[in-house]
């Protein structure tokens, strides 16, 4: 009797989902439609608006009264967000022109949708994210409206609301936000912290500058997005990168990242700390001496040669490539290591050769 009521009652969870899958397709069918209508009818208002601004004439006062009511619900503003983008691409000059006259709905319904639920709210921060690349809605108030959206439990209004902010924000308001992203709960990953500062369009010095005085009250993954988006960004900061560098009580993840800098920024007083990773032959340090001997590429000289040359007898594969591949960018041939071709080794000569056969395919366009 059990396995038959265990046969019942799967089959009735069989019917409920088939039953569940066909009304969420029927609304879903209906749904579609019902957008369309409304982009339609947003599109009728608009056309007029661009019209006029075609003329020279501003928008409507009763236009902003309209936008002001309709855009207070999600899904007015997802289709005013579709006809914007249509715009966008058909008439830029008369789009960027509306969209500065229509700063002043953007600012209340930032205030409307800040009171609204996580999904709700994360939608308007994407809105936002997607018209604050130039100079169309450089609101100065709506820095401090959008560090709220950032303050949210919701990764979906951080992500939008801190790329709506490295658009047009000031530097202060990029690193307030960067700190509160850090002492809340919701987990942001370095390198879309990276990628979202690197996209910043102000001036990346002052924003550095701030950073940098703050760099000791983040944790230690927004430490690390910061190190690397100075690297891409400013060979200022050797000296500090040094004392990261050297100091074995730093974290492992951000010696690394400052051994980087010196891979992309010459600097002579870390050549000797670069080859001494590379000598290590402590197997627990094989991430130190496999990212020395990539920076060791931006170096040159017999003791640097020699250095990556012995590192192809690593026991490690990540170094013995990365050792190769340096000596490969200094533009080592077969005369300098005509030791290693002829050697006992064969893990080092492989290397080797494979790396420099490849330069030749790739010098030859194969």
């Known amino acids: 009797m059990k396995v038959e009521y265990m046969i019942y009652i799967y089959g009735a969870v069989c019917v409920c989902m088939i039953v569940f899958n066909i009304i969420y397709n029927m609304i879903l069918k ?19 608006q661009f019209k006029l601004i075609k003329k020279q004439k501003k928008v409507e006062e009763e236009h902003l009264e309209y936008l002001r009511n309709i ?55 994407y809105f936002i994210s997607c018209y604050t690349a130039s100079t169309q809605l450089e609101i100065n ?42 002492d809340g709960n919701v987990f942001f990953h370095e390198k879309l912290l990276t990628e979202g500062l690197l996209s910043y369009t102000g001036d990346h010095s002052r924003l550095i500058e ?59 007083d870390a050549l000797k700390y670069l080859l001494d990773f590379v000598r290590n032959k402590d197997s ?3 991430e130190y001496a496999t990212v020395a001997a990539v920076s060791l590429s931006s170096y040159s000289g017999e003791e640097v040669i020699e250095t990556l040359k012995e590192a192809l007898y690593s026991g490690n594969w990540y170094i013995r ?32 050769m494979y790396r420099l056969e490849t330069r030749k395919l790739q010098s030859l366009g194969v």
């Not at 050297?246 to 990242?257: A, F, G, I, P, Q």
């Not at 050792?323 to 002829?342: C, G, P, R």
């Open 30 to 48: 209906g749904s579609e439609p019902r957008m369309e209508r409304r982009c339609q009818k947003i599109k009728t208002k608009i056309d007029r």
């Open 71 to 125: 855009l207070c619900k999600v899904n007015n503003l997802i289709a005013f967000n579709r006809i914007l983008m249509e715009k966008a691409q058909n008439d830029k000059k008369t789009f960027d022109e509306y969209l500065k006259e229509i700063r002043s709905v953007i600012m209340y319904i930032a205030v409307v949708y800040r009171d609204k639920e996580n999904m709700q709210a994360g939608y308007f921060t």
């Open 141 to 182: 108030s709506l820095q401090d409206i959008l560090l709220d959206y950032v303050k949210r439990p919701n990764l979906y209004c951080r992500f939008n609301g801190l790329k709506a902010l490295y658009h047009f924000a000031r530097p202060e308001y990029i690193v307030e936000a960067i700190k509160i992203q850090d």
């Open 210 to 268: 701030i950073l940098w005085k703050k760099l000791s009250s983040f944790s230690i993954h927004t430490q690390l997005a910061t190190l690397n988006y100075i690297r891409f960004k400013s060979g200022d900061y050797k000296e500090q990168m040094f004392k990261i560098m050297v100091d074995k009580s730093e974290d492992k993840e951000l010696r690394l990242s400052a051994i980087r800098y010196f891979g992309k920024y010459y600097y002579e």
């Open 284 to 286: 627990a340090k094989w």
């Open 321 to 352: 490539y990365s050792a190769a591949q340096s000596l490969e960018h200094l533009n080592v041939d077969y005369t300098d290591i005509i030791d290693i071709a002829v050697g006992n080794d064969r893990y080092a000569r492989e290397m080797m």
